[in-house]
Structures are given as C-alpha cells and as structure tokens.
C-alpha cells in the first residue's frame, strides 16, 4: 500500500505543501521586486512624469534605507513567528501587510502613499521572507536528504518571481504609469495569498503556534515599548528631526550598535565553548565582507538603475526597454547560473576554492562590474550599448552567486550551539548592514563625480577582496570544517 505521505508528494517527488510555500514566495517576490526595479525612478522623476520629484542623491539613500529595513524586519517577524504567531500565522498576516503596502503605493497620492506603502511592504516582506522559508525546513524536520532539494525548488521560485515582476512592472510603469505598475504589485501578492490561503491546511501542524509564546507580563511590556518607540518615531517625524537624508545614515548607526551587541553577547557566554569562541571571531571577518558585498549589490537597485534609465541605449529595433528590466535580466541570469556554477563546483569537487575564497572571487567579480562602466563615464561619455550592458550584469550575477547561497550556510556551519539563530540573525544583519551603507554610498553619487564614484567602489570591493584573501589561511586553519 502507498503511504499517506507519499501520496501527498507530486512536486518533483516533494509535498503539496512545497507548492504552497514556494508559491507564496514567488507572488512576494514578484510584487517587491516588481517595486523595486521601478522606485527609484518613481522617487527622482518630475511630477509631471508621474514620479515625486525628490532629488536623485535622496532618492538613493532612501533606497538604501528602505532596503536595509525589510532585513532589519526579519528578525522582528522572527520574533513574532516564535513569540505571538508561529510561522504559519506569521507568513499569512506578513503577505496581506505586503499587500495593503502595494495598494498604499498604487491609490494615495505623493510623499503619503510612498511612507505608508513602503513601511507596510518592509514590515510584511521581512515576515514572509523569516517565517516561509522556516516552514520549508519544517517540512523536512527527518528527512535531510530531501532538504537541499527542496530549497533548491524554493529558491528557483524566488528567482522566478524576481525576473517576472520587473518585467510585468517595468512594462506597465512604461506604457500606464506608475500607480498601474504597483497595483499589478498589489494584484500579484493577492494572488499568492489565495494560493496559500488554498494550501494552508497542509502545513505542519507544530507550525500553527508561537513554540515559545509570551507570558501576560511579557505581552504587557512589549506592548509598552512598542507604542513608546512609535510615539519617538513619530515624534521624531513631525519636529523634522527625521528626514529622507537622515534615515539612511541612522539606520547604519542603529545596525552597527545591534550588531556589536550581538558578537559581544555570544564572545562573552558563558554557554560558547572555546573552540566555538574562535567560529565567532571567524564569523567577523566573513560578517564585514558580506556587509561589503551587499553595499555593492544594493547599487543594482539604486546608481545601476539610473544610469540604465538616463545613459544606456535602450533601443532594440524602434522599441525601448523598459527601466524595470534592469531586475528582472539581473534575474534571469542567476537562474541560468545559479545551475552552471553548481554543476562547476560538483566537478571540481574537492579542488573547489573554499567557501571564503568563494567570498574574496565574489567581490573581484562585483569590484570588475563597476569597472566595467569605466569606458561610457566622464564629461565627454557616450551611451552605453545594450551588449556591454549585459556584459556587466554576468560579471555581476556571477558574483552574486559566488556569495548569496554561501553566507548562510556559514553563519550555521560557525554557530554556537546557543546561539544558532541568533548567528543566522546576525547574517542577515549583514544584508541591512551593508544595504544601509550603500544608501549612504549611493547618495554621494553626481554625474559630476562619477568617475571618481564608480571607480572608487570598485577600489572599496578590491581592498575588502584582497583583506579577506589575507585572512582565509588563519580562517581556514582555525575554523577547516566550516571554511
């Protein structure tokens, strides 16, 4: 007789549920992204183009600010996951928070609609993007054989999503407008909560509920200091203390302070061993490369995308390309890659460069990307061709995937016993760590300086390359299993 559960499996030898999930996160994908890819021209347009007006080097670092905050919100909807919700209550609620944002940017008008919406979409996004990807490995629990398949699916969804969202939006954003592309936004994520709302029934049961849910006091204290911290917020707001400009750089001071609390906690517990001390110390010199990284990539969405916008000739026989298909190319190509560079680190097997020399190729490959835009920069620049365009973005996705699938796997291979989550915490706080400080970066950018600008990133990933390559004979002699 079959068993129940292999009944369920008809994805790829995978649960439903695996359907459900990935599902989930490619509709989540495909709305965030499908924003992404056309904000920052939102942000800097004239009025009279749609957009908001606001100054491009604002713009920028509002990018960054709000790119830092969706990854600052998985640890919050982490912690709603475990405390208040559980997973499978945590992901729902995130995705409809994800969807009121869209319709926030779609139907209010100017700088209202763009707070509400993108505070709404970071808070939601950072929900989904902690607790979906928790259920998947739930779903595997005793099965580890299974896992990585299964994450490999999920991740195609997510890239999935990630290609189809700029594409629909960067077209719609083009020939309706902007409002149009961010209600195909809103339409996409409604579409992911019906299919999990349709699938929710085949979850694990132990994901239903917070595992370690508040007492009456904790609810009453958290609860306090949630409406202080907003009212400050707030406060902060209507005395103009808190502006655009201002954001970025607050929220990359606010990082680093969480951040040093962080290692100083674990290097100081009296639950970390030994050994497990010098896998944090390892861990610190991976973090601030991963920060590096990350204040690179988020240029993608920021510096990238304009001079897409206003420098690339973006002509293809009397039809110009859409500003949006920047992402979803960039998209495309981690898809087709993702599978070569598989496929090349399995032959070479144990000739394989380690997983920090992984980490020092990936930031020569993103440091050569902003070389790449050397020749078409300057007072007397010409437009840059669509094929040298697409040149940099493989040198780029190359180094994307030289890293991305990396990172994390180390931060739980260098965790103390203790502190497993809170390392992975800790890994992503190297995302909104260095997305906060590329916002920053991104904001100093003027035509003017550009080549300065574009050449002193690539010097910024270079020296963060060649540090790093120093340090992999300590790490690697400290840490050998993991590094």
Known sequence: MTSKHSQQRSFFGHSRALITLSSMELWERFSFYGTQGILLI?????????????????????????GSAVYLSTILGAWFADRVLGNERTVFYSGVIVMLGHISLAVLPSVAGLAAGLTLVAVGSGGVKSSCGAIVGALYKHDHGRRDSAFSLFYLAVNVGGMAGPAITGL???????????????????????VYSRGRKRLPDSERHAPSPLSSREKRVFSLSAIVVIAVIALLLATGTLTASRLGPLLFVVIAIVVLAYFVVMLTSKKVSTDERKHVVVFIPI??????FWALYVQ?????????DQRVDRA????????????SMESL????????????????????PSSAAKFVIALLLIAASFIAYYPYLGQNHQQMPLIAQLIQLFVFTCAEI??????????IKLAPEAFKSQML???????????????????????????????GMAAFGALAAILLWCAVPWIRRVAPQAC
Request: net charge negative; proline share 2%.
């Open 402 to 411: 030289c890293l991305a699938p990396i990172g994390m796997s180390l931060a």
């Open 316 to 327: 293809l026989f009397g039809w110009e390309m859409p500003v949006g298909w920047y992402n």
């Open 287 to 292: 973090f601030l490369a991963s920060a590096v």
């Open 172 to 194: 719609l954003q083009q020939q309706a407008g902007f409002h149009y592309a961010f209600g195909a936004a809103a339409v996409g994520m409604a579409l992911g909560l019906i």
């Open 42 to 66: 939102y942000l800097y347009r004239s009025i009279t183009e749609g957009g908001l007006g606001i100054p491009q080097s604002t713009a920028l670092g509002l990018l960054g600010a709000y």
């Open 425 to 455: 915490a800790i890994f992503y706080l190297s995302l909104a760590f260095g997305i906060a400080g590329g916002g920053v970066l991104g904001s100093h950018y003027s035509e003017q300086q550009e080549v300065v600008w574009f050449l």
């Open 300 to 308: 993608s969405f920021g510096v990238f995308i304009a001079f897409f």
């Open 333 to 352: 190509m981690a898809i087709v890659l993702a599978g070569s560079f598989a496929a090349l680190w399995a032959r070479l097997g144990d000739r394989q």
